[in-house]
């Protein structure tokens, strides 16, 4: 269980962080300030690892929700709430500040929370700037990931092309779903649901590759970086969704959402690709 005293710990730490960070930040453009947010959460929950974290469980033993959870989501709603006070808030661990310029910031404050309790280096913290309603925006400005592991920080959007480390990626180049490896994520409850496995199966056993690591935004930034060919996951809540999505729009890729096996999956990657998983769950 998380602590009492740690808690009372994060408390007091974060509003000071806020507070340099605000000072260093009040002139950002959007822009600038969703990158230099993703970065400091992701290096402050790095920073919380190290100290000792206590986790809880949520829905099961793999959902979990640390402490460095908490602090990070803490430090960017409150900086947001000073720098952008119109704007929306809306995080995976509870944060809801509703909008008054109709634009919400959609944050996950560590992706990859069992990987991250377990020691992993595969988590990252992501964020994504939306106008109107959160599951159905109007307008998907852009996302922004950062994976303090390897130092990378993607950010971009349907009208930003998308950059690595400021660096621009490439457009993704149309390759089918038998030359491609495919990103996802199955838990082990939904192999026992036979109507949520055929139809996951029929678009696994057609791809060249199968990889499942865990967090699903790094997945995602590593589609629009081409080292994963296509992604497909069922039942991805909005702060797993709209960050990568962002950035795979922004390389020109595609993004769609459809219902089969009683469950809605999201599906992610180049156009060829993504037509071909869409047929076979049409199927």
């Keep these: 269980m998380v602590s009492m005293e740690n808690t009372q710990q994060l408390a007091e ?37 190290e100290t000792g974290v206590e986790t809880t469980q949520k829905t099961s033993v793999s959902d979990v929700v640390t402490e460095a959870d908490h602090g990070t989501e803490m430090f960017i709603s409150q900086t947001l709430e000073q720098l952008r006070p119109d704007d929306g808030i809306v995080g995976e661990e509870g944060t809801s500040v509703s909008s008054k310029s109709g634009r919400t910031w959609v944050v996950d404050p560590v992706d990859g929370t069992f990987n991250f309790a377990s020691g992993s280096d595969y ?26 592991a390897m130092g990378y920080t993607w950010f971009g959007g349907p009208k930003i092309p998308t950059t690595l480390d400021g660096k621009p990626l490439a457009t993704l180049t149309d390759t089918p779903l038998a030359s491609s490896a495919l990103g996802t ?70 993004c769609t959402k459809i219902s089969a096996g009683t469950v809605e999956w999201s599906i992610a990657g180049n156009t060829h690709a993504v037509a071909e998983i869409t047929k076979l769950l049409e199927g």
């Design 13 to 49: 730490m974060i509003p000071a962080i806020v507070k340099t960070f605000v000072i260093a930040h009040q002139e950002d453009s959007d822009e600038r300030l969703a990158q230099a947010l993703v970065f400091n959460a992701g290096r402050l929950a790095w920073r919380l690892r």
């Design 185 to 254: 994520y199955l838990h082990p409850t939904s192999l026992a649901d036979p109507a949520i496995c055929a139809a996951w199966l029929k678009v696994a056993q057609s791809a060249a590759t199968i990889r499942m690591l865990g967090a699903g935004s790094i997945d995602l930034a590593t589609v629009a970086s081409g080292g994963l060919g296509v992604w497909m996951q069922h039942s991805v809540a909005d702060w797993d969704w709209l960050p990568g999505r962002a950035l795979i729009e922004g390389v020109g890729g595609s």
């Design 123 to 148: 988590f990252c913290s992501a964020l994504a700037l939306v106008t109107g309603d959160v599951s159905n925006p109007t307008q998907l400005h852009f996302g922004a990931v950062h994976r303090p």
